[in-house]
């Protein structure tokens, strides 16, 4: 029987109604008793109807072993009895046999499973189905499976077999064995980060190993967890990321990261550098007189100790270390105090100019950034009165005038005033604006001698300068040495003029002419003022008739006397003037081109009428080819249009052929005749396609509106 089974045997007389007293005996004869309300582990019990008695063992145990007996009495006077030997067994137990078990790589690991059974179990071993024979690298024990130098191939499921020959008891155990590895890092050697102070920094930690490994990371000095030791810090220890934010200089030094699984564990070391972002303390305004050597100085921490360099505000370069390339006057160095923790840098400038005067930025810079600050190079110089403009100025009539100088200098200078050597500071003829660096005289001429030189005399601590202004008096110009006729016709003469001789000490503002028919009077003449440099047109003459002419220049101070006199007799009437074509080639072409296939705007200046007024303007135009670079006429033919208006001076040329070229003409007729005609050649666009160019003289913004008007106007004079 089977230890701690429960079990029952009976007895079963083969005439029950002959048989009394049936019990059963133990081992030491004793009679069991029958169940009752107190438990015990032997007693007996009554089956059924038929007089069957079992023994009961409630849970079998191993001393249980022996014989045990069915006794009765037999028709009343015969005892019998019947005899059974029970054997107990213990059935197959698993002792200890974990059904997962975890070697370590290249270490020697035992598989347990040791089992115990009466009698004696037999155990033997199965790998992935296959039966294990001793060798030198599995031994078969008998609590376990020997392994000799785990392998990573010897991950499986096992197979610990317990058997009992005597008894026929089979029983199998699957054990899952995973080979762990203990963490690794492929780079196991210390490394080293640069973080920079003020910002997030992030460090990655990755270790091979089976299970795959967790991390933890600590702070080398302190040996504190850096995942529960503060906010800044942030450990995925899965990942083995650490992240710190707002990276601060106490951050510098070692950091250790664990990598840990059930095989064990592996440590690397990260050294952080903490990168601390230059910062300029000091840099100190200096001044230095033209001609001295200045010494800029510029003071900055940082780690690494920044490198410091220059730059002056008025040039986009930085300056190098050393004699600078272009500037052999200038030098930059730096040293390093290591004791104070800075960087000292200074920018040498020998024999200052005074274009050296400016802001400088020092600039230092390292790995974390750059700072900059400025300083300020002053240069000490004495008066100067290089920019002042003044150099003469003019007056009449006492009128009054303002005599200015500047001057330039560091610090200002005071200024006084001279005239013709004589000091004027006192002179209650004289009003002074301003004491330095810029001073302003006001004169009032009343007579000859507040005219002359007047000298600005500038000083300060570092010298003296003077400015001399020549106050003089203006005049009216003296004569105009000539007027020329440059062209006339019926009505108008052009002129043109040879200036005087002497302007007066001002410029020619205009010129005018006074004009007036044979036997006028000078005081029945007529005047015309032309400002200078326009175009001397006098209009409005008649035909055939004789004038007298005399000319004047302007100036500011007034009107020269009149000369260049001169007598002309009006050519009589005759066919206007050539009408001047406004649409003008743009070089290199001798040609405009219009921007459309189809028509072209042609633009002009009313010609002079010579006496008649105009009342027609007659165009034509005809294709022409150009071979050689001259111009022939085609068989084409041309086309004429006849334009009745005193006032037109444009109309639209329409259907044109697109990509020809074109000679137009004009004439302008008065009752007369025509005059000689304006011409020009032009070239079309090709298939009507607008090309978006013009001639010099026609404007982007206007011509669609002037076309229309002066189609509408065109229309209207040819019914």
Known sequence: MAISKQVFVTCNPSDPNLVTNLMWLDVRNNEVKKEGPEKSRLSTLVLGSDGKLALVFSEVEENDSGNYTCQATYAGSQTIKKSVYIQTYRTVTWEDAPKEQYPELGKDFKVRCRVTGKPAPRVEWKINDNFVKNDERFIVETDGLLIRNVQRTDDGIYTCRAFVLDTGELSERQIKVEVHIPPSFENPTSETKEVVDGESASVSCKATGKPDPTYKWIKGSSRADLSMSSDRFAVNDKTGDLTITKVTHEDNGDFICFALNAAGRAEKIVRFTVVIKPQVMDVKNVSFVAGETAILTCKATGNPLPAITFRKFTSPNRMIAGLQPNEDRIIVNQKEDFEKGQSIGTLTIKKLERKDDGLYACIAKNKGGEATKNGHITVEFRPSFE????????????????????????????????????????????????????????????????????????????????????????????????????????????????????????????????????????????????????????????????????????????????????????????????????????????????????????????????????????IKYCVVNRINNAWEETDRGCEKLELKSTELTSTIINNLASDSFYKVEIWAHNIIGFSTPGQLFLQTARDNYYTGQQSSSTSTGTPLKINFIVLVLAFFFLL
């Open 387 to 618: 920019n002042s403009p003044m150099k003469e100025a003019w007056s009449w009539d006492r009128r009054p005038v303002n005599i200015t100088c500047v001057a330039e200098s560091i610090p200002n200078a005071t200024i006084t005033w001279k005239l013709n050597n004589r000091d004027i500071e006192k002179d209650p003829n004289f009003r002074k604006f301003g004491h330095g660096p810029q001073s302003t005289l006001l004169v009032t001429p009343s007579d000859r001698k507040f005219y002359g030189h007047y000298k600005c005399v500038g000083r300060n601590l570092h010298g003296e300068a003077e400015h001399t202004i020549e106050l003089k008096e203006a005049k009216v110009p003296s004569e105009v040495a000539q007027a020329k006729i440059e062209v006339i016709t019926a009505t108008t003469i052009t002129f043109s003029f040879v200036s005087p001789n002497d302007h007066g000490g001002r410029p020619i503002k205009a010129y005018v002419v006074q004009y007036k028919k044979d036997r006028e009077t000078w005081q029945e003449s007529l005047n015309k003022t032309w400002p200078r440099d326009s175009p001397y047109i006098l209009e409005g003459l008649e035909p055939q008739v004789q004038y007298f002419f005399r000319f004047a220049a302007l100036n500011d101070v007034g009107l020269s006397s009149w000369g260049a006199n001169q007598q002309h007799i009006m050519p009589k009437r005759s066919s206007p003037e050539e009408p001047i074509i406004l649409n003008k080639p743009i070089p290199p072409h001798d040609y405009v081109i219009s921007p459309f296939g189809d028509r072209y705007e042609l633009r002009w200046k009313k010609p002079a009428d010579n006496g008649e007024y105009i009342d027609s303007y007659m």
